[in-house]
């Protein structure tokens, strides 16, 4: 890999050799800067990783960037609106099918699942499944740029949500798996579905899961102490949180419980 380009300011333009990053215009609380939409190819042949949300003038925008190049494929990281709502408009307009795990978010005869290779223009995408934020989630390994297109497992910053169709126990395996997979691809850089690029992969995924085991004993603390709800929990353990984020955060530890409560 060439190396990096990261924007200081925003997510969007960033790349590697072979992937580049337009940003939707969808920025919030649970998004971040917005849903990155992932253009990977060489040539005249690209696939586009996640359209993101029906946005008009953000489908346009990445249709027009595309200039003379062809989308061969559209691949989504996970079923969730913001990276999936606009698929079947940006589909129509590039003529192009849509491959995901959740066969509900298909256009076209063919899904995605762990182990699939998918091919552009030479390069390769090598398909790790990875259920945990959601059942669907999946992340695509680039080999040619030794980097990890993550969706919304791994973000470029702060740390995900385990959302009310994943599953902790899942997502804790799938944390293991990446960070194996980073270690003995020598993987270089993380592409997330929001924030920015990630240079230190180990060093993102060690954070991820030493977070996840603190979290942990943070909820059996604050069980110990009388919590019973995931409001109650939320109240203690994310006490220095932003309360606009609660809702979320009681998702997350609703998930902990299940998960606490099944050990």
Not at 15 to 21: L, Y
Not at 204 to 217: F, K, N, P, W
């Amino acid at each position: 890999m060439s190396g990096l380009h990261i924007p200081i300011d925003t997510p969007d333009g960033s790349r590697t050799t072979h992937a580049e990053n337009l940003l939707a215009p969808n920025p919030s609380a649970m998004t971040l800067d917005g849903t990155n939409t992932w253009l990977i190819g060489a040539g005249d042949e690209v696939i586009v990783v996640d359209p993101g949300p029906e946005d008009e003038s953000h489908l346009r925008r990445v249709a027009g960037h595309l200039g003379e190049r062809r989308v061969t494929q559209i691949l989504l990281t996970h079923g969730h609106f913001d990276h999936s709502g606009g698929a079947k408009r940006f589909a129509g307009m590039v003529d192009a099918p849509v491959r995901a795990l959740d066969p509900r978010h298909r256009l076209g005869d063919e899904g995605l699942a762990d182990g699939d290779v998918v091919t552009v223009a030479g390069l390769e995408i090598h398909v790790y499944g990875t259920p945990g934020h959601s059942f669907d989630s999946l992340c695509f390994w680039l080999p040619e740029d030794r980097a990890m297109l993550t969706g919304d497992t791994i973000l470029g910053r702060g740390t995900t949500i385990i959302a009310r169709d994943g599953g902790l126990a899942d997502y804790l395996r799938s944390l293991d798996r990446l960070r194996a997979a980073a270690e003995s691809l020598d993987a270089r850089a993380l592409l997330p579905g929001h924030g920015p690029v990630l240079s230190d992969p180990i060093g993102a995924l060690d954070g991820y899961i030493t977070h996840r085991r603190q979290r942990l004993d943070q909820i059996r603390a604050a069980r110990r102490q009388g919590a019973k709800t995931p409001r109650q929990i939320v109240k203690i353990v994310y006490a220095d949180v932003d309360r606009s984020l609660w809702p979320a955060a009681e998702m997350s530890v609703a998930a902990q419980l299940d998960y606490l409560d099944r050990l």
